[in-house]
């Protein structure tokens, strides 16, 4: 069951002396194809999901922010003009979002708010992007701030980067900002181009498989991982001052300074240089509607992410190794990584012979249980009532 609009008004209403604000909503999102490019100035492929984050905000005439988080069952209240902000992460976000559009000169005032969500926590479907987005977009809406959504969505990026601490690329909260009901989207990362791309294969569906590893990018190696690009970047500039990120860099241009790199670089620059291209193979894939293409393409990008990229775990390979015994079209890792769930594209015959021998494979090997969810590519950030 999807969240409605009803259970965060309700608390709202409980929590806020009777009142009613106005209420948004942001998604979550999928990735098809291109992980780990989107800070290499490559190319992705994500979709909004239908669940999401949905919040009630009222202006409340202070120069404070009062939040409940009605999934923690948390409240707090702190200052716009307070240059630290909370400590914890779920306001924090709200706070950061705030801080970044006033930096962006839109006059954020103080304001009650109540927020829920139902993308999975630690599933690598962007929960933080939802959240992220959702306060953009509103905030941006409410106090008359005129930031297109590409603005909007890297409010939420610099959040991450800000407050957080994660140095993520732009590719959650531009799916979360973006999304179109039915349609998944490829952006340039280097231009800001993109395009929408109609997702209705016909006779696969996609399914997620939830490790239940919590996929947690604060702390983690994610932000080593992105390190590791720009030292290979920084070697190959030596030569070709132009050069900016790894999307500039030819496969010569790898070659050129392996010498020059340490052996882990060398190797995670060699994933993003083939991930960039699987990306632009899939897009030809899925105009041809070559859906077995797509399915190779996903197994090498779980190959690459898990063997030269290292943010695989025992739990998602696992999964990875069944689908393809199975006969699963295509499988792989899904988000940053560390965690969380892999992508299945799967043909309808073999779904429910899939999904029953993850539930019940998983759990004699790992002693717990995995989470299916299917995907329903849903609409980015809007204003609900
Ligand atoms: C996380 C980050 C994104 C992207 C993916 C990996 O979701 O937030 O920017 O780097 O990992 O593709």
Redesign the pocket.
């Known amino acids: 069951m999807r969240l409605t609009i009803d259970d965060v008004r309700s608390r709202f209403i409980k929590h806020f002396d009777g009142t009613t604000g106005t209420i948004y909503a942001a998604p979550g999102r999928i ?1 098809l194809i291109g ?5 290499n100035g490559g190319f ?1 492929f994500p979709g909004a999901v239908e669940q999401g984050m949905i919040a009630e905000i009222k202006p409340n005439g202070t120069r404070n922010i009062r939040a409940y988080s009605i999934d923690l069952k948390d409240y707090y209240e702190f200052s716009l003009d307070d240059e630290k902000g909370p400590r914890s992460t779920h306001f924090r976000y709200i706070f950061g979002v705030a801080r970044e559009m006033m930096k962006r000169g839109v006059k954020v005032e103080g304001f009650d708010t109540a927020f829920a969500g139902d993308v999975p926590l630690g599933s ?1 479907m ?1 929960s933080s992007a939802a959240l992220e987005s959702t306060y953009a977009f509103a905030l941006n809406d409410m106090f008359g701030g005129n930031l297109d959504k590409m603005e909007l969505a890297k409010v939420g990026q610099a959040t991450e980067h800000n407050y957080i601490g ?1 140095n ?5 909260q531009f799916a979360s900002m973006f999304g179109q009901k039915g349609s998944l989207m490829r952006l340039d990362c280097r231009s800001g181009e993109y395009e929408y791309f109609p997702w209705n294969p016909k006779g696969y569906k996609l399914v997620l498989i939830n490790s239940c590893v919590k996929h947690e ?1 604060v702390g983690s190696p ?1 932000n080593d991982r992105r390190q590791s690009c720009e030292n290979v970047v920084n070697a190959v500039k030596a030569n070709k001052p132009n050069v900016e990120t790894l999307r500039d860099c030819t496969w010569d241009d790898l070659e050129s300074v392996k010498d020059k790199v340490s052996e882990v670089d060398y190797r995670r620059a060699k994933y993003v240089l083939g991930e960039v291209d699987r990306v632009l193979a899939v897009c030809d894939a899925l105009k041809a509607g070559d859906y077995e293409t797509v399915g190779e393409k996903m197994y090498e990008t779980h190959e690459g992410l898990s063997k030269d990229y290292e943010v695989s775990c025992e739990e998602l390979d696992f999964l990875v190794e069944l689908a393809r015994d199975c006969g699963v079209t295509g499988s792989r890792i899904m ?2 990584g560390f965690g969380g769930c892999t992508i299945n594209l799967v043909s309808n015959e073999l779904y429910a012979t899939f999904v029953q021998e993850c539930k019940v494979q998983y759990k004699k090997k790992f002693g717990k249980a995995c989470k299916i969810i299917d995907v329903f590519i849903g609409d980015g950030a809007r204003k609900l009532s």
């Open positions: 990735n992980e780990h490019t989107d800070y992705v690598g962007s994660v993520c690329g732009i590719m959650d990018l994610y988000g940053g």
